[in-house]
Each structure stands twice: as structure tokens, then as C-alpha cells.
């Protein structure tokens, strides 16, 4: 089992910035993608930037170029650094990691709201 714990959210205007951390506990050495997803209310739940635990990332078209994920294995980790925030970067973040034994394991959620 994997526990994740989500942290960072907040009201930030547009344009603005915001780094969401997610640390995980439990059976950490089986961890291996780190991730975050989106969903705004009415939408469905969206891969937002994905890192392997060999670093390689991933990321969706709408944010790339204003998102950077990273990962501390270290202090299993991950974070997401948010610039340039606009108002549809609004919704509720998770956490997501994927173990080698392909199970998947969610944080409980950060808001991230985004309004002058």
C-alpha cells in the first residue's frame, strides 16, 4: 500500500504561480510513474504531467511550457511547479503513482482555484 499526501493548493490570481508537493509513505520502493491530474467540475479527470522514476516527464499540450513536475526519490516526492497560472487551470489536483506491480494509488485532492 502507498499513502499519499497532497499539499500547496490555494487561491492564486491569473497569471500567478503556485508548487503543489505530494509525499508518499507505505511501500515506497514500489513506486514507480508519480502524477498529477485535474478535474474541474463538469469535466472529467485529466493527465496534467507524468515523471518516471527515472525522470522522464509527460505532460498535457495546455499546460506545457508553464508546468514543470519533478520527484525527490530521496524524500518520495513529487512536485508540481505551476506558472503562468489562467483561470482553466482551476480545479481539484491529485496525486497519482503507479507501482511495478501496476497498481495505482491517489492522493485525496488539492484545490487550486485561480480568480482575480
Known amino acids: 500500500q502507498v499513502q499519499l499526501v497532497e499539499s500547496g493548493g490555494g487561491l492564486v490570481q491569473p497569471g500567478g504561480s503556485l508548487r503543489l508537493s505530494c509525499a508518499a509513505s507505505?511501500?515506497?520502493?514500489?513506486?514507480?510513474?508519480m502524477a498529477w491530474y485535474r478535474q474541474a467540475p463538469g469535466k472529467q479527470r485529466e493527465l496534467v504531467a507524468r515523471?518516471?522514476?527515472?525522470?522522464?516527464?509527460d505532460y498535457a499540450d495546455s499546460v506545457k511550457g508553464r508546468f514543470t513536475i519533478s520527484r525527490d526519490n530521496a524524500k518520495n516526492t513529487v512536485y508540481l511547479q505551476m506558472n503562468s497560472l489562467k483561470p482553466e487551470d482551476a480545479a481539484k489536483y491529485y496525486c497519482?503513482?503507479?507501482?511495478?506491480?501496476?497498481?495505482?494509488?491517489w492522493g485525496q485532492g488539492t484545490q487550486v482555484t485561480v480568480s482575480s
Open positions: 497519482n503513482v503507479g507501482t511495478f506491480g501496476l497498481d495505482n494509488y
Open positions: 507505505g511501500s515506497i520502493f514500489s513506486i514507480n510513474a
Open positions: 515523471i518516471t522514476r527515472g525522470g522522464t516527464t
